[in-house]
């Protein structure tokens, strides 16, 4: 038989503990291993976000990952987008691959991108108890889209706004 070698034993990966024995093309493994261990190891957008207008927390009471998404949304575009928490690499990995993908973009855009989009977006192939923490941010994001926290951005007393609350991407 040519072509790619595929694992035939159990392997745990990096990525869970829990992870059921799985049979993928070693070099295929070893590219979603990198690149999800990437994503978790630099996060795009970790943190809290400059002038949010929108947020909301989601966390998975079986494992106890938590995400937290915050937007500042202005003139239904998503102008900048942040994500915090704590939880497995799976969980936060994706946080940061949705946000990376949702900066700039316009809401119909957004509330259309499905649960199934966002675990093509993830790439591997998870067992469905690890794609509860895949799709996480994806139930934070679809949730802090309807969660007002701000009335619009605020100014000083000189009618300036004040600093970090310009959104380059909504401009």
Known sequence: MTGVPFRTEPILT???????????????DELYQERI???????YHRGACPGATHAHEEDNPL?????????AIDDGKICDAYFSGDGCCISQASASMLIEQI?????DEVTAFTGADML???????????QKCCLLCWRALQAAIYSPIAVGP???????????????NCH
Not at 37 to 43: I, S, T
């Open 103 to 107: 900066c700039g973009r316009r809401l």
């Open 14 to 28: 990096v990525l869970s503990q829990h992870a059921l024995p799985v049979a993928m093309p070693l070099e295929e």
């Open 63 to 71: 494992c106890g990952d938590v995400v937290r998404v915050e937007l």
């Open 154 to 168: 605020v100014e000083t007393e000189s009618g300036e706004k004040p600093a970090g609350g310009s959104h380059d």
């Open 37 to 43: 261990l990437d994503y978790y190891e630099e996060p």
């Open 120 to 130: 093509r977006l993830f790439g591997a192939k998870l067992t469905p108890n690890r």
